[in-house]
């Protein structure tokens, strides 16, 4: 089964709250990822801040994007 992000909330200190299509909210950081070239852009707040999703995952408006599995696996439950 393919679990899909179905909506995403940039927040502050670089982390994002994704929905997922199993229904829960999880808590990601996106911190570790920003020394990665791929990610350079995203360190610019207004960048960071165009995150969306895709249909399966998410992205930012520069094409930078993180896998569902990665966004689902290195996240956090949030409780409701």
Request: hydrophobic share 35%; net charge negative; charged share 35%.
């Amino acid at each position: 089964m393919i679990i899909k992000a179905i909506d995403v909330k940039p927040l502050k200190n670089y982390e994002l709250e994704v929905t997922f299509d199993n229904g829960e909210v999880r808590r990601f950081d996106v911190k570790p990822y920003l020394e990665f070239k791929a990610f350079k852009k995203i360190k610019d707040i207004e960048m960071f801040n165009t995150v969306r999703t895709d249909g399966l995952s998410i992205e930012w408006a520069d094409g930078t994007d993180i896998c569902p599995y990665e966004l689902y696996n290195n996240s956090y439950r949030l409780e409701k």
